[in-house]
């Protein structure tokens, strides 16, 4: 299993670049977090998930 | 009439056309969002970093309304009560505004809350965040209560420039403590009190009309802060136009220099030649 936003679901994807893609996600701006570290946006496609990983996807929102 | 171009606020490597600098959050729509930022003149705006919400019912996202060569956006830490928390937030937004390719990426409008009711900054961790993230590389817009000894202390730790409340985030009780903030101007802005005229102080929160930014400025801050006055006025872009308006008012109404208060009334027109009670 994988945890992505607080939910759990199956694990299947080996990148990160390739979660973004399947959540269709990959073209649009956004930032990303594995097991709470940063992973800069040029490294998504060298970032391999592992079963387990907890992943946070954040954008931007309104705010003051 | 001559009119007085009013200079730009220089914050770091960041030139601001205009003092005011509004935040994106609470808007009806997005559209009302993008004609009130226009009406206000602003350059820079604040985001908020969230977990996936990237699209809207309509399939449609809040940079689709904001034009990133145009505005400088300003990602804050809002929602964070511990350093940690905000750090990790300003990390996160810093790489969404490398993609952007946009000026704000190293800076962060930094938030460290006490608690959900007050919304006030928890100095402490607030102290601690602005730190780290200064050493990190950030430019620290630093969201402050209106204690001078605490601003003070924000600039020495760093940050780019202080942000002191008007009031409580969202209030709209606009300027509670003027003396407050005026002491925490004179402090980081007085030569004769320690501070460097050079160093910025944007007063931040609390604003609810255009006569709170005109305080604000007239008490000698070098901007204004603003969100939920606007986005949650009954007409935001009329009012978006009139925040505007009272930040240019304020600014000349500081330089132009006050008359001191007096208890007693002193005549405009002479004594002189006045043929009443003749």
Known sequence: MI????KEQPFTKTTLQELLVERNLAIEICAVEVNSILIPYKDRDNHNLRDGDTVEIVSLVGGG | MTTQK???LQLQNITLASRLVVGT???????????????SGCSAVTVAVRRERLV????RSILDFIDCDKYTILPNTAGCFTAKDA???ARLGRDILEQLTN???SWVKLEVLGDKTTLLPDPVGTLEAC???????????CYSSDDPIMAARIRDAGATCVMPAGS????????ANPCAIKLCIDVLKEPEHGGDPLYPVIVDAGVGTPSDVTIAMELGADGVLLNTGIAHAKNPIQMARAMRLACDAGYHGFRAGRIPRKLHASASSPWDGTIAGE
């Open chain 2, 6 to 8: 009013i200079p730009p």
């Open chain 2, 168 to 175: 409580p985030i969202g209030t709209g009780r606009g300027i």
């Open chain 1, 3 to 6: 945890t992505i936003n607080g």
């Open chain 2, 25 to 39: 959050g609470k808007y009806p729509e997005y559209e009302t969002m993008q004609t009130a930022l226009e009406e």
């Open chain 2, 131 to 141: 730190k780290e993230l200064v050493a990190d590389g950030f430019s620290v817009m």
């Open chain 2, 103 to 105: 000026p704000g990426s």
């Open chain 2, 87 to 89: 750090v990790r937030v």
């Open chain 2, 56 to 59: 809207d019912d309509k399939g």
